[in-house]
């Protein structure tokens, strides 16, 4: 865990998934499936894993792991179902995710300064928040606290969320000029730790935080401020994006957050040169993932947990023949 962070909290996962692998086990008798496959090395020049076990048996790994609670699956935007024309409510979304097995959410966070006269915090992507967006997940533009009264009628208090303040953290112009980001980041940050305490959620939450050295130096002092009274209650993780640097070592994060690109073998990470070590990848979250072939990928590298937008979807594929 961060510096004086929380630890995390153990959480009740999956009801029982029915796992062919296991089955092939005893048909074939390979006791080495037991227990976790080792995984290859990385050959950069040609971004493939070299002496990886076979598909099937990472298929195995993350069905057992997340079974057994020790692969974490997110749910990015709550709930959506695409086959579905009409969504449920925000509260159905939830119990729909509990019904799954899915206690672990990852949350966007948007400072409406205008709501009523009155700052709020607000459950929303920045293109959720602008009506901008392709959907709209059924938790969207939902207050903080309306959301936490959510988990918390769902879930007790078995649920664990990761939370992304959107602000002007860059300073940039383009940041200045979206009016879900014009906030300044202790603004935010300030906002999310009066919520923090009073909902209780120690041990129960991350923030997605990584302070920008751009702002003036009060702002600064200000942002590292609020987040050391924010890691009192929760963790620290970093999002990472395919432009950053790969991630050679974990700092003061419980966790980071690359996007599935950094696989070796993906089709924009060229040539596989940008490439997570083992040590990071057992404390990594990807995202996002929604399809077969990202959660294939995800699956090799056997990382500690994935962010989807679609978690029926991912569920569906883990639980299905195939698997």
């Known amino acids: 865990t961060a510096k004086n962070g929380p630890r995390y909290r153990l959480l009740s996962t999956r009801s029982m998934i029915l796992s062919s692998c296991c089955f092939a086990i005893v048909i074939l008798g390979t006791p080495r499936l037991f227990s976790s496959p080792t995984r290859g090395k990385v050959d950069n020049s040609r971004g493939n ?49 509990k019904a799954m097995g899915v206690n672990h959410l990852d949350l966007d966070l948007v400072l409406d300064e205008h ?30 606290h309306e959301m936490i009264q959510t988990l918390k009628n769902v879930y007790g208090n078995d649920f664990f969320i990761s939370m992304e303040p959107k602000a002007a953290w860059g300073k940039t112009q383009k940041e200045l000029n979206d009016v879900a980001l014009t906030n300044l980041p202790s603004t935010i940050l300030e906002e999310l730790l009066k919520k923090i305490i009073q909902h209780d959620l120690h041990g129960n939450c991350a923030v997605i935080v990584e302070i920008n050295e751009v702002q003036d130096g009060h702002e600064l002092e200000k942002e590292r401020s609020l987040l050391k009274k924010i890691l009192q209650s929760c963790q620290l993780f970093r999002g990472i994006r395919l432009s950053d640097d790969a991630p050679l070592l974990m700092g003061d994060y419980d966790m980071v957050m690359p996007t599935i690109e950094f696989h070796p073998s993906h089709a924009h990470n060229t ?14 979250i990807f995202w996002v993932v929604d399809s077969e072939a990202d959660l294939e990928l995800s699956a090799s590298l056997h990382p500690f947990g994935i962010v989807s937008n679609s978690p029926k979807n991912v569920v569906q594929i883990i639980e299905g023949p195939g698997w």
């Open 49 to 97: 894993l070299v002496g990886s076990p076979s598909p099937q048996s990472h298929r195995c790994w993350l069905k057992r792991a997340l079974k057994s609670g020790k692969f974490k699956l997110f749910s990015h935007r709550s709930y959506h179902d695409n086959t579905q024309s009409e969504q449920p409510t925000c509260g159905e979304s939830i119990s729909k995710l």
């Open 115 to 144: 709501h009523e006269n009155n700052s709020q915090l607000i459950v929303a992507h920045p293109m959720e928040f602008k009506r901008e967006s392709d959907y709209y997940s059924p938790c969207a533009n939902t207050g903080f």
């Open 271 to 284: 040539a596989g040169k940008k490439v997570i070590p083992q040590s990071v990848l057992k404390k990594s």
